[in-house]
Structure formats: structure tokens, C-alpha cells
């Protein structure tokens, strides 16, 4: 049973789409990270949420703590966002999903 | 520049050797990771430490080996008890355990 699920595994939009990916987790946490994989491997932190809704530019995470649920919306979507899109939640210690991979076409 | 630096890139090590990960960081951070990612899985924590001269397994401990003797470095051995250690590794640091992460660019090895 893994304790972070994402949706959907694999996502290809146009660009200028608006794209949302999703996470699930079923344990309790403290906070929720949302992290981008660039296709070289390295990873950063785009998100550390454990309430409510932060916005950092085309990028928006929401986090529903009564439902163990959060998305992450990206607006006008750029072929450079793609990327695998990891959602990791901590609680008494650190949860992964296995990630989104997004492809945006020119 | 503040950051994660690890060292090298690529690897490549004979069955039965024994081989050390470099993971240094230079952003006074206390907790350090290190990650093991395989393809189609999320990543998975070998050893975590909170602290300089303190260390804890992870999920994937077994056949791996770490030290934490200054704040700034947290190698990692792979040794030859590790069944399967062809894999991209990742170290991550964070202020205090469990906050936002900072993660090096990885390192790939191979097992010939």
C-alpha cells in the first residue's frame, strides 16, 4: 500500500493549457512538498505546504488537510515545465509518490 | 553560491567492490538524506541523519553505510552486500528534519 498516490502517472497537454495533478496521502503529516525532476535527474523544491495555498509564479498548490488531498495547478503551461512532478508528504518521516510526468507540446 | 554538490555524476564499480557517494552542502543545514531512485518507483530513503555524529536507517538500509563526522559532508558507502546497487542516488539537505528539502544533482551508478 503506498502511503502518497498521484494522478495521473503520465500527462501530455498543448501549450497554454492549464494543467492540474493530484495527491492523495493516508497518513498524517505535518506538511506536503510538491518537487520537480528535470529530465537530467536533479530534483527541486517548488512547495512546502500544510495549509491552504501558496502561489510562485504559473505554479499553485492547494492542500485539503480534512480530505489528504492536494493539487498542483500550473497556468499557461511551456514546453519547460515538463517534468516529473513529485508530490512527498512528512510525517514521521518522509513519504514519495511515484510522480507525473508531464510532457507540454509546443 | 549556497548549495548541494555530490560527487560523481556518473560511476561505474565491479561486483564486490565496495564504493563511496560524496554529499557535501554548504547551507549550515543539520539534516541530511540520502535517496535511492530506481525507474517507475518514487524515491526511497536509505540513511537520514539529524545531527553531526548521528545518523538513522532508512527504508533501504541494508548493504549501504554512512558518516556524519562534519556538518557540511554525509558520504555514502555501497558496499558489496548490497544485492542490487545499480541505481541514481540522490542527497538532500534540510534546515532541521523534515523540512524543505534541497536536493544535489544525483549520482548514477553502475554495477558492471
Known amino acids: 500500500k503506498n502511503e502518497v498516490e498521484q494522478s495521473p502517472q503520465n500527462l501530455t497537454a498543448q501549450e497554454g493549457e492549464f494543467i492540474t495533478i493530484n495527491c492523495s496521502y493516508s497518513?498524517?503529516?505535518?506538511?506536503l512538498h510538491w518537487l520537480q525532476q528535470h529530465p537530467g535527474g536533479g530534483i527541486v523544491s517548488l512547495f512546502m505546504l500544510s495549509s491552504g495555498k501558496k502561489k510562485h509564479g504559473r505554479l499553485i498548490a492547494t492542500i485539503n488537510i480534512q480530505e489528504k488531498h492536494s493539487s498542483l495547478h500550473i497556468t499557461a503551461s511551456h514546453p519547460r515545465d515538463s517534468a516529473v512532478y513529485i508530490c512527498a508528504v512528512a510525517g514521521n518521516q518522509f513519504y514519495f509518490g511515484t510522480g507525473t510526468s508531464l510532457t507540454v507540446i509546443p | 553560491d549556497g548549495g548541494i554538490t555530490q560527487s560523481p555524476k556518473y560511476l561505474f564499480r565491479k561486483e564486490g567492490q565496495n564504493v563511496t557517494l560524496s554529499c557535501e552542502q554548504n547551507?549550515?543545514?543539520?539534516?541530511m538524506y540520502w535517496y535511492r531512485q530506481d525507474p517507475g518507483q518514487g524515491l526511497r530513503l536509505i540513511y537520514y541523519?539529524?545531527?553531526?555524529?548521528?545518523?538513522q536507517k532508512g527504508d533501504i538500509a541494508e548493504g549501504y553505510s554512512v558518516s556524519r563526522e562534519k556538518k557540511e559532508s554525509f558520504p555514502l558507502t555501497v558496499t558489496s552486500a548490497q544485492k542490487n546497487p545499480t541505481a541514481f542516488y540522490l542527497c538532500?539537505?534540510?534546515?532541521?528534519?523534515?523540512?524543505?528539502?534541497?536536493f544535489g544533482p544525483g549520482t548514477r551508478l553502475t554495477v558492471l
Open positions: 497518513v498524517g503529516i505535518s506538511a
Open positions: 547551507l549550515n543545514h543539520d539534516a
Open positions: 538532500a539537505s534540510s534546515i532541521v528534519l523534515y523540512n524543505e528539502q534541497f
Open positions: 541523519s539529524q545531527i553531526v555524529n548521528d545518523f
